[in-house]
């Protein structure tokens, strides 16, 4: 069915919204039909069977669930109706309209929006009504390679690959949670790519590498001049990525100081460089990313809250390896596969036992270590098969052993002695241990790094 000959309801307590979509729109479809109060979609719905449905994710009426949005989805669908239903939602409530997603939801539009990509959108639910496609089977068979590098079929990773697909085209800021080696780099790239910006700058910056002294130098540029070593005038990676994408990795390791100098060019979206008081606009989407938990660093009063607000849009939180399944498989063969073509070796798969080798280790490298492995793998194979005994783990993920008896009761060595068990139980899972313990992730990574664990 074309647009022109459809019946469209939409449903917003805003009367402007409602008021600019039917402008839009009324030369576009048949029928638009407006209305502010979610109460009556029954009543609506059993007069006349639409096509499509516009709904908000928030209303001001009797029901208040804090996802009001969700709670009329699945209405309209108990009613009956096989509308397409396109949600409406602003940038703080993308994660509830990924999930809508999964709730039946046809696809949803972020507030504001251009026309034409209402348009569009109207007319590609359409045709996912028209083909069947919101079909459970259809989804089972979504490619599991997103770009060339960020592979997964968990549903975890399908979960990230509807969200970034979703929030790539908008200019939202995102944040991106995991622990070290789960790909959040690889995340942000494929954000950039998907996004309105991809043919312009991508630039990455390890702020948490950055001393005091580099870190204005780095992100704001300087004159020559405006330093000892400021030999020659340098644009700043915030000007380098004008018009493009900044991606900001390790932001958790920042200093309240740097923290400071951040939020303010966010805020005024301009930079001085050091030696000069020009100011320089700029226009950047932000990607952030971290292993720590920023949360708990605010409530230890280590981060501050308004700048978590301001890079956190929209949060992806990347699992580790060991929670995915059959995604080590996956990325197992990717990565075979790879470095075969590399090192000019046969194309071999994996015997069942180096299979079940992989699939039963813990990985607190997570992707990282298991790229790192099969590359060493595919090196010294000599079979036509890659083998259980191909597949070395390295040494420096291993969690040491804590010994079984001690002579030395002083607190600190049973502190460690302590640590080194809840650590080994949990197979390196650190948020685990952390809980056992009594601790937050970050006082413990604190005694790890104390006890050089």
Not at 255 to 260: F, I, M, S, Y
Not at 339 to 360: C, G, I, M
Request: charged residues 30%; glycine residues 6%; neutral net charge.
């Amino acid at each position: 069915m074309g647009l022109k000959n459809s019946s469209i309801l939409v449903i917003d307590d805003d009367q402007d919204v409602l008021t600019a979509v039917r402008l839009l729109l009324k030369n576009e479809a048949s029928t638009v039909v407006t209305e502010k109060n979610p109460e009556n979609i029954r009543s609506i719905l059993s007069k006349h069977p639409y096509d499509v449905v516009l709904l908000d994710m928030n209303f001001n009426s009797s029901i208040n669930t804090g996802n009001e949005g969700l709670f009329w989805l699945r209405k309209i669908r108990e009613f009956g109706s096989e509308a397409a239903v396109v949600m409406i939602t602003a940038y703080g409530d993308i994660d509830l309209a990924v999930r809508s997603l999964k709730e039946g939801a046809a696809d949803f539009v972020v507030k504001p929006w251009h026309n034409e990509k209402l348009i569009g959108t109207i007319k590609d639910a359409l045709k996912k009504r028209d083909n069947n496609k919101l079909a459970p089977s259809a989804a089972s068979t979504k490619e599991f390679a997103f770009g060339s590098d960020l592979i997964g079929d968990s549903e975890a990773m399908r979960d990230i690959f509807y969200k970034v697909e979703k929030i790539a085209p908008t200019d939202a800021n995102i944040l991106i949670l995991g622990e070290n080696g789960t790909g959040k780099d690889l995340i942000a790239k494929a954000i950039h790519q998907k996004s309105l910006r991809a043919d312009k700058p991508f630039i990455k910056v390890d702020v948490g590498a950055l001393t005091e002294t580099l870190f204005e130098s780095e992100l704001f540029g300087h004159k020559k001049g405006a330093f000892t070593d400021a030999r020659e005038d340098r644009v700043g990676r915030f000007e380098a990525a004008n018009s493009g994408t900044l991606f900001l990795d390790e932001i958790g390791n920042i200093t309240l100081h740097q923290q400071a100098k951040l939020l303010s060019v966010l805020q005024n979206r301009q930079v001085i460089r050091l030696g000069t008081n020009q100011v320089v606009p700029i226009d950047i989407r932000l990607v952030c990313a971290t292993n720590l938990p920023l949360a708990e660093l605010a409530n230890e009063n280590k981060f501050r809250k308004d700048l978590i607000y301001r890079i956190n849009t929209v949060e992806i939180m990347v699992p580790p390896l060991r929670k995915r399944g059959e995604d080590v498989n996956l990325l197992a063969r990717h990565f075979a596969r790879i470095y075969a073509a590399k090192y000019l070796k046969p194309a071999n798969d994996f015997d069942s036992r180096a299979l079940e080798k992989l699939r039963t280790y813990h990985y607190p490298g997570n992707v990282r270590e298991l790229q790192y492995t099969i590359e060493r793998a595919v090196i010294m194979s000599e079979h036509d098969r890659l083998q259980a005994s191909d597949l070395i783990f390295s040494p420096i993920e291993s969690i040491k052993e804590a010994p079984t008896e001690t002579t030395d009761f002083t607190l600190s060595t049973i502190e460690k002695n302590t640590i080194l068990k809840v650590i080994e139980k949990h197979n390196g899972n650190i948020s685990k241990a952390a809980k056992e313990l009594g601790l937050t992730r970050t006082a413990l990574y604190r005694r790890l790094s104390k006890y050089d664990i």
